[in-house]
């Protein structure tokens, strides 16, 4: 096995041996389609992966969602098995299945960990070598209370190596540079430190600072880092950047980073958040996941709600103007994905859905604009489409055409006026209810 050798102290006590480095992060995975969610309900997660999970499934298959329809329509799941980022594939899988036109029989590859794994255990990853870093282990117990604690108790690393008489502290999967810097920067090397770093080595460098407790230590370095950085710009939308800018802004304590960063996650993520094996605490991913899901949940309950209520005739002035709006408002929401084979709504984790584009589609619902004859002319009320009666005499689409003639929406109803309700202002307290966007976390919360 060949090693390599970085001497940050030549007369240093403690051999600092990096085991397995890491350059790269997990795979960014793209979002949920829109209407992800209703492949995941169609079918269980198991078939779905079922194909080509042969290896995966000696350790014990995944639980499945069962559908049950209650009285009133509603899908509800009776298993609340939790649904993470990894259950995302397998609904994007079904998505892709579903518009796919050529149904093969063509081997799907394998999930992301068993390649992982597969990698894990080739020649080329038992090759690779140790880095040791010769670090002095008063620097290490001065600038990191992980280490001060270490040193403090009775284990291997405490004890010189019998070989060569240093302390030997083993460390895993860091980035060779990053960690090289972090141990420049604790060894007063500042000649060594870089002034301006790119986000991605920000990130790897924060991993190693949380993990190792040096936030103070590197402060100054760190602040000049994510001036810097701001200078360049930052992202304005949900991606892998903005998670990598949640982390950094965690560990560093950027309060206002913090707040916007994690304001675009809650507004624009269509699914679980992914975190990169970054070191974002469970607490923050859950209230941010948490947040998204009640947030739509609550447009979607509303949306419903307002549908059984115009399907049973209790909102609407009239049958003609209820069926108009209920006609507008189903229409709108099979458009905008919140419904599917007018029973099955969306359910958690709301895969494909994002707050601010599903708040986007209902504040774009419309019901077209109609007229109808009053009480008074000739006629009698008369029909919402039609000149005669909507069931009797004439036609509901006759005696008068629809758009013809004596149209309901032609000029020559003289005893017609537009009609004044309409979807938009009934959609409109289901938006105020939840407002037009979420704010971000704060910081001082966790």
């Not at 079904?94 to 036109?101: D, G, I, L, P, R």
Request: proline share 5%; net charge negative.
């Amino acid at each position: 096995m060949s090693v390599v050798l970085h001497e940050i102290d030549p007369e240093g006590d403690t051999l600092l041996i990096l085991k397995d480095p890491v350059a790269e992060f997990t795979t960014w995975d793209e979002e949920p389609e829109a209407g992800a969610w209703i492949a995941l309900y169609r079918r269980p997660i198991d078939d779905a992966a079922e194909k080509g999970t042969s290896k995966k499934s000696k350790k014990g298959k995944k639980k499945s969602l069962t559908i049950t329809w209650s009285d009133d329509e509603t899908a509800e799941t009776q298993d609340t098995s939790i649904i993470t980022a990894e259950t995302v594939g397998a609904a994007q899988d079904n998505v892709t299945e579903q518009n796919s036109a050529d149904d093969t029989n063509t081997e799907p590859l394998l999930p992301q960990s068993d390649l992982d794994r597969e990698e894990a255990d080739s020649p080329v990853d038992k090759i690779r070598p140790e880095i040791h870093y010769r670090v002095s282990s008063g620097q290490l117990k001065l600038t990191s209370e992980y280490f001060r604690n270490m040193f403090k108790g009775k284990y291997r690393e405490t004890s010189p190596n019998a070989d060569d008489g240093l302390h030997h502290i083993e460390a895993f999967n860091w980035d060779p540079d990053a960690l090289l810097t972090i141990l420049n920067i604790i060894h007063a090397r500042a000649n060594l430190v870089p002034r301006a770093v790119e986000l991605t080595m920000l990130a790897k460098l924060a991993q190693i600072v949380d993990y190792y407790k040096l936030k103070d230590a590197v402060s100054r370095d760190s602040e000049k880092w994510i001036y810097k950085l701001k200078k360049t710009g930052v992202p304005t939308n949900y991606c892998q950047e903005s998670v990598m800018w949640i982390c950094i802004s965690w560990v560093f304590a950027e309060v206002k980073m913090f707040e916007k960063m994690t304001a675009l996650a809650l507004n624009q993520s269509r699914g679980p958040i992914q975190t990169l094996n970054l070191p974002i605490p469970p607490r923050i991913i859950e209230s941010i996941d948490g947040r998204r899901q009640n947030s739509i949940k609550a447009m979607i309950d509303g949306l419903h709600n307002l549908l059984a209520e115009l399907r049973d005739g209790k909102r609407g002035c009239s049958f003609a103007c209820g069926s108009m709006l209920l006609g507008s408002l189903m229409k709108s929401m099979h458009s905008n994905n919140l419904l599917s084979d007018l029973s099955l709504r969306p359910q958690t984790p709301f895969l494909g859905l994002s707050f601010e584009g599903t708040a986007a589609g209902i504040r774009l619902m419309q019901s077209p604009p109609w007229n109808e004859r009053r009480s008074g002319y000739e006629g009698g009320f008369g029909s919402a489409f039609g000149g005669g009666s909507a069931f009797g005499g004439g036609s509901a689409f006759g005696g008068g055409s629809a758009f013809g003639g004596g149209s309901a929406f032609g000029s020559n109803n003289h005893g017609s006026q537009w009609h004044d309700c309409n979807l938009e202002d009934l959609v409109k307290p289901i938006l105020n209810s939840v407002g037009l966007t979420m704010t971000g976390l704060k910081l001082e919360h966790f």
